[in-house]
């Protein structure tokens, strides 16, 4: 799952999670800011506290950097001042998620709900701290609850109706998208789900209709533009993705599906640069990703740094000795860039050994590179045999006396033993 939570304010709750991931990237919608039900009223104290871990909020907003973990104690602090401060415990359990701290971010929401059922924040983002563990049906069944309860909510209709397409119960998802926007037409994420989700279905012309909506909402939308990308490279119409792919990194730098895509397409049509580009910065996010780290190491092989290469396949190996990828192409790279024909072969043959990788080279085209190099290695020795033996029958026989070059002015004897005449100038008489 990837979900970026947000603060809440006091009386305004800033939305942050909810949903899993939708298939192809993207994995959920990006989160905007929404204003459901309050709950219970604070004391006067905590709601003081609240305000002053708000302004701070707003103080590092200006500033262009929101450290939650800083703010953590004074949404502490009005917690503690109010037991029965839903919001409080709500924004502990963002700050939770900020610190990797997936168990007492469930905990904080969990609280925030128990005190105040109709939270729809809370329920939005525990759903995503579980589907984050693992735990979808939990997640599932609890906001189904929550929907059946207080269905007046569009968040979590729409965070049930990604676990739905997940799930690929898209009638469900469907269904669960339009009651989100008969309650909040404007509701992006629902536009942004239902598009991802008629893609998923296999319907073009609705998920275009439908991200047309959502275009007029927030024209910039990244989830939509990315899923229009996925349509139109599906067609084949290469220019028009990448525009799309591009557009959705525009809006959202981070949404990494978008970045894959580009990525892929670059490397598919020898563009390495740009190739090798993307591959650095999603590995940026997660440095041990082995298809990033084969593809990384075939975009370097294209710009021909080979060293580069080398690396990028080796460390691949060290994660996984058994991945055929990284083996296969580390034989190639030894075999035709490097000249390496011991370390080829010694590649080739591992390849041989492992299960048969998908889209690989089939067993008759690996025995025929084996075959190749052996013969290769075995004349490239004897060839060395045949320069050492000559060496050394070089290093034995005596010197043998200069003999001056042929015409170079000294008289030759002739055969009675009398110096030849000097050879005359031509045209003499």
Do not use: W
């Not at 459901?36 to 709601?47: D, I, L, M, R, V």
């Amino acid at each position: 799952m990837c979900r970026k939570p947000y603060i809440a304010s006091f009386l305004l709750l800033m939305a942050c999670g909810g949903g899993t991931k939708a298939g192809p990237p993207p994995d959920v919608a990006p989160r905007k800011e929404r204003t459901p039900e309050q709950g219970p009223t604070a004391s006067q104290a905590a709601a003081k506290k609240f305000g002053e871990a708000v302004a701070e909020l707003d103080t590092q907003k200006k500033a262009g950097k929101v450290d939650l973990v800083a703010l953590k104690p004074l949404f502490e602090a009005a917690a503690k001042e109010d037991k029965q401060f839903a919001e409080a415990h709500y924004n502990l359990g963002v700050i939770a998620e900020a610190e990797g701290k997936a168990q007492d971010a469930e905990k904080s929401y969990r609280l925030a709900l128990a005190i105040d059922s109709k939270l729809g924040l809370a329920a939005t983002n525990l759903a995503g701290v579980l589907v984050d563990q693992g735990k979808v049906d939990d997640a599932l069944k609890m906001l189904e609850s929550f929907v059946k309860v207080d269905p007046s909510q569009a968040r979590p209709r729409v965070a049930l109706a990604q676990i739905y397409r997940d799930k690929k119960r898209y009638e469900d998802a469907l269904e669960q998208c339009r009651a989100a926007l008969q309650r909040d037409p404007r509701n992006l994420e629902a536009f942004e789900t239902m598009s991802v989700t008629y893609a998923d279905m296999g319907n073009p012309p609705m998920s275009r209709l439908v991200g047309a909506r959502g275009l007029k909402v927030d024209d910039k939308d990244a989830i939509i533009h990315y899923t229009r990308g996925r349509l139109v490279l599906a067609e084949n119409k290469i220019p028009e993705a990448v525009l799309e792919f591009k557009r959705a990194l525009e809006a959202n730098p981070d949404l990494r599906g978008a970045r894959i895509d580009l990525a892929e397409v670059a490397l598919n049509y020898r563009d390495f640069g740009n190739a090798k580009l993307h591959y650095s910065e999603l590995l940026k996010q997660t440095p041990n990703d082995l298809a990033l780290l084969v593809n990384l190491g075939i975009a370097n092989k294209g710009l021909g740094l080979t060293d580069e290469a080398k690396a990028a396949y080796e460390k691949a190996l060290q994660l996984d000795k058994q991945n055929p990828a990284a083996t296969m192409n580390l034989a190639i790279l030894y075999h035709r860039n490097l000249n390496d024909f011991a370390q080829a072969l010694k590649y080739y043959q591992l390849y041989e050994q492992k299960p048969a990788a998908e889209g690989g080279p089939d067993a008759a085209t690996i025995k025929a590179a084996i075959t190749e190099l052996e013969q290769t290695i075995a004349a490239l020795k004897e060839a060395e045999k045949f320069e050492q033996m000559e060496k050394e029958r070089a290093a034995t026989q005596p010197a043998q006396p200069e003999q001056p070059p042929p015409g170079d002015g000294a008289q030759q004897p002739t055969p009675d033993g009398q110096a030849a005449p000097a050879s005359q100038p031509t045209g003499a008489q």
